[in-house]
């Protein structure tokens, strides 16, 4: 099943997130995807179920490392 990267600014006071949703791995893999991608995007960011928010507008590196990583991207 394909991740989904997408951005949101809804509920959140017209701040830019970008969301990682629909990732099939346990919970540890998805912290240490979370802490990868918010080294190369430089920016903050949370994860909670199988979803990861990364501040800021960073669709296009985000599916790219994904990408490299061997993920399918939607």
């Not at 600014?9 to 540890?28: D, E, L």
């Not at 995807?33 to 949370?46: H, I, M």
Request: hydrophobic share 30%; charged share 30%.
């Amino acid at each position: 099943m394909a991740i989904n990267v997408k951005l949101d600014t809804s509920g959140r006071r017209g701040k830019t997130v970008t969301m990682i949703s629909n990732i099939q791995h346990n919970p540890q893999v998805i912290e240490k995807l979370e802490k990868q991608l918010k080294q190369k995007c430089g920016a903050g960011g949370t994860s909670y179920a199988k979803t990861i928010e990364i501040q800021g507008d960073h669709v296009d590196k985000v599916r790219n490392f994904l990408e490299s990583e061997g993920y399918d991207v939607k």
